[in-house]
């Protein structure tokens, strides 16, 4: 069985205590089987208490406002503090963990969710690159699993990796380039013509296709309010979702709704596509190439590569409109509103598949999210 992980992998270490947001609150955490019948035979006082701390039928430990029933006022886990790490059930263990399964392959990523994973991520300065390595595991068996749409999907995505970090050019060109690249390939693979993919990618990756890619921005200039109204059209995605923290609509609203709203009197206020320091172009690379590994060759079972970029880039929008609505990104870069988006988002989105599968849908669907007006909010 091949691994697959991004070369910072093994720098993460829980901050437990420090953790700005804890994994143990906003969400219900599922106990596999096995663990459930160890906390079921669990002697003593403690054993007591995870008989009264756990929803049996539902599989999922109690909260008390939001938080586990076993977090503690420090933010500490109990069940860590009775029994290490042998007592935590598959979800905790794993977390920040999340694999994604290609038959002989297993790709790990570490959330965004987590602020330690955000932190690391938003302070990396290198380009992120991905290790795999072989290791005995019995692998998965998928009966349909279509092995030529997955060589050409890792084949398109080591591509977009090259634009993204192509450091030479803008971040919003960059991610400009990926979506076009991600529409024309959904074209072929729709069409059924993988064999096409091969040259589409060459011409993506040729010398000089970024500057000639950038030559069309003048076909997509818009101006400050209309980008506005496209962005704030494009972030009723929001509206759409299951909410899982309960002030989290308000936290987008603050943020977001308050920005798209207010007029602007200059037409060249430029919104969303404001210089970008070196610092934040590196951020949203960083954040970029995460949506991309994590998601984008799932569109082996669904056939839907298109639909993963715009999710990843809008994704990569959304956070940092999040974070520019924070009255702390004024002065410039501010580290933690940066960290704050980003596990925020993170945590509401990507830690439900409804909302995954939801954003994803309403990308496909609706004409806001159309090839022409990303380009028109980039550009
Ligand atoms: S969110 Fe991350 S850093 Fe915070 S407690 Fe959980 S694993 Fe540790």
């Not at 069409?191 to 076909?219: H, N, P, T």
């Not at 954040?287 to 999710?311: N, S």
């Not at 409804?354 to 090839?371: D, F, G, K, W």
Request: charged share 35%; glycine share 4%.
């Amino acid at each position: 069985m091949l691994y697959t992980i991004p070369d910072y992998y093994k720098e993460f270490a829980c901050i437990a205590g420090e953790c700005p947001d804890t994994c143990c609150a906003g969400w219900q955490i599922v106990i596999d089987e096995k663990t459930k019948q160890t906390y079921k035979k669990y002697p003593g006082d403690f054993g007591k208490r995870l008989k009264t701390s756990i929803d049996w039928r539902e599989s999922v430990f109690k909260q008390n406002e939001n938080r586990c029933a076993f977090l503690n006022e420090d933010n500490l886990c109990d069940l860590y503090l009775e029994g290490g790490e042998a007592l935590f059930c598959k979800t905790c263990r794993r977390y920040p963990r999340h694999v994604e399964e290609y038959e002989d392959l297993r790709e790990i990523s570490l959330s965004l969710s987590c602020p330690e994973v955000a932190r690391m991520l938003m302070e990396r300065k290198g380009k992120v690159g991905f290790i795999t390595v072989e290791k005995d595991a019995p692998a998965e068996e998928y009966e349909e699993f279509d092995y030529m749409l997955f060589t050409k999907l890792c084949d398109a995505r080591d591509v977009m990796f090259s634009i993204l970090q192509n450091r030479d050019y803008d971040m919003f060109l960059r991610m400009a380039m990926v979506l076009s690249l991600g529409h024309d390939l959904q074209r072929r693979v729709s069409d059924g013509q993988l064999f096409d993919i091969d040259g589409l990618l060459e011409r993506y990756s040729a010398e000089g296709a970024v500057k000639r890619f950038e030559k069309k921005r003048e076909d997509f200039k818009t101006s400050c309010q209309e980008k506005k109204k496209l962005f704030f059209r494009m972030s009723d995605m929001f509206s759409q979702l299951e909410v899982l923290k309960a002030d989290f609509p308000a936290y987008v609203s603050e943020r977001i709704k308050d920005i798209c709203e207010a007029t602007d009197a200059s037409e060249d206020c430029d919104f969303v596509t404001e210089e970008l320091s070196q610092e934040e172009q590196i951020w949203l690379e960083q954040l970029a190439v995460y949506f991309i590994y994590t998601y984008f060759c799932g569109a082996v079972y669904d056939e839907q590569p298109y639909a993963k970029v715009k999710f990843a880039l809008l994704s990569v929008l959304m956070i940092r409109q999040l974070y520019r609505g924070d009255e702390r990104s004024r002065e410039g870069f501010c580290k933690s509103a940066a960290i704050e988006a980003a596990y925020r988002y993170s945590k509401e989105v990507e830690h439900s598949d409804n909302n995954l599968l939801r954003v994803e849908e309403i990308v496909r669907q609706r004409s806001v999210y159309s090839l022409r007006n990303f380009l028109r909010l980039l550009w």
